[in-house]
């Protein structure tokens, strides 16, 4: 049999296993009805980005560009009819003018995020885009953005202090944290932040809390601390947060200072503590005391943590009724069949935005260990 013998919805499964814009386009060219195909395949991708990810992903949303021929950026749009967001890396960007892919993000209506390093191309698409993720930190690049949703940007604090008058709508904020005391606007609106602070810089404080308390409206967080002085004001309540994340990179002095810090948060459903080499079972004991809304409790990677702690955790659950799941080294692998419905693999692309999903069961520093821009959409 040959190959253009095999029924349409055949050749469409094979088909939606290509995802190599250049094969694609060489696909397109071979007859009408392969173009045909081909064009109904188009329709299916979402997500563009001009590299391979490093695992392959033979999802049909999901398209790369890696040749060296030039690409058409402004027939993107038209290819691609339903592109939700696109990656554009320093490669990509030598090989064709700042214009044209700003030309084609404005033309193109679903496009909602981009990917970018480049100042230009940010600064000429703010204003359109609800998602952006970025390298570029320069203070002051952020200007008519009242509608960006999501920002992930390696800046500091001091950088976003320039900004954060521009962003009254932003929800999600994933930076690398670092600077002087954040005493900029009240972000309202801010449900969602991931930060870490600067792995260059242990000696300096640690404002992550401070900023916190900025955001009368979080609902999770997720800090990676490489300070080795954390300063927080325990006088001041946060009622909004439910799921919380603390991971210590370099350092676990946090330990004597962790009762201070969880008293801010009283209502926390979720609460990780990660590689806090300090923590002892006398500190989970103090902590269940003032946490009475505990649905997952995760020490996991905290040696100090033994069978002792989860026994007297466990007493206390079952002595107040309450049904709270306590995780460490000795129990970890319970945690997975007790939530499948947040384990994932581990992707680039990241379709769908869950904070318990995408970061609190996330063993690894999110931002520190790996710069590089991941998309993720909601």
Not at 82 to 99: C, D, G, H, M, P
Not at 330 to 342: A, R, T, V, Y
Not at 348 to 362: H, N, V
Request: glycine share 4%.
């Amino acid at each position: 049999m040959l190959i253009n013998e095999l029924p349409d919805d055949c050749l469409l499964a094979i088909f939606d296993q290509i995802n190599n814009l250049h094969h694609l386009i060489a696909c397109f060219k071979v007859c009408h009805k392969w173009s045909h195909l081909i064009a109904k395949r188009a329709k299916k991708v979402k997500y563009f980005r001009d590299y391979r990810a490093r695992r392959p992903d033979y999802s049909p949303d999901y398209v790369y560009y890696r040749d060296r021929d030039l690409i058409d950026v402004a027939g993107l749009s038209s290819l691609f009819p339903n592109l939700i967001i696109a990656a554009f890396s320093n490669r990509f960007q030598s090989e064709v003018k700042f214009e044209d892919i700003i030309a084609s993000v404005r033309k193109h209506e679903p496009l909602k995020e981009m990917i970018t390093s480049c100042r230009l191309a940010m600064e000429g698409c703010c204003d359109k885009l609800k998602m952006l993720a970025t390298e570029c930190s320069e203070p002051r690049i952020l200007r008519n953005c009242s509608s960006m949703k999501l920002l992930r940007i390696f800046g500091t604090l001091d950088d976003l202090k320039e900004d954060a008058q521009y962003l009254p709508n932003l929800e999600r904020l994933l930076l690398l944290i670092n600077g002087s005391y954040f005493d900029g606007l009240v972000l309202e609106k801010l449900k969602v932040v991931v930060m870490s602070s600067n792995v260059f810089n242990l000696g300096a404080n640690f404002y992550g809390f401070q900023f916190m308390d900025l955001c009368p409206n979080l609902q999770s967080a997720h800090i990676t601390i490489n300070s080795s002085t954390v300063l927080v004001d325990e006088t001041l309540k946060h009622e909004s947060l439910q799921d919380l994340v603390i991971h210590c990179e370099h350092y676990g002095q946090i330990c004597d200072d962790l009762e201070r810090v969880l008293m801010k948060y009283p209502n926390l459903k979720h609460l990780a503590l990660r590689r806090l080499i300090n923590l002892k079972d006398e500190h989970i004991k103090q902590l269940v005391d003032i946490l009475p809304n505990l649905v997952i409790f995760d020490v996991r990677g905290c040696r100090g943590v033994t069978q002792r702690a989860a026994n007297y955790v466990q007493n206390c659950f079952e002595r107040n009724g309450r049904s709270t799941k306590f995780y460490f080294n000795g129990n970890h692998d319970e945690i997975k069949p007790d939530w499948p419905q947040l384990y994932t693999k581990r992707q680039q692309i990241c379709r769908g935005f869950d904070f318990m999903e995408r970061f609190f069961l996330k063993y690894r520093s999110i931002i520190g260990r790996d710069r590089r821009l991941k998309i993720r959409y909601t």
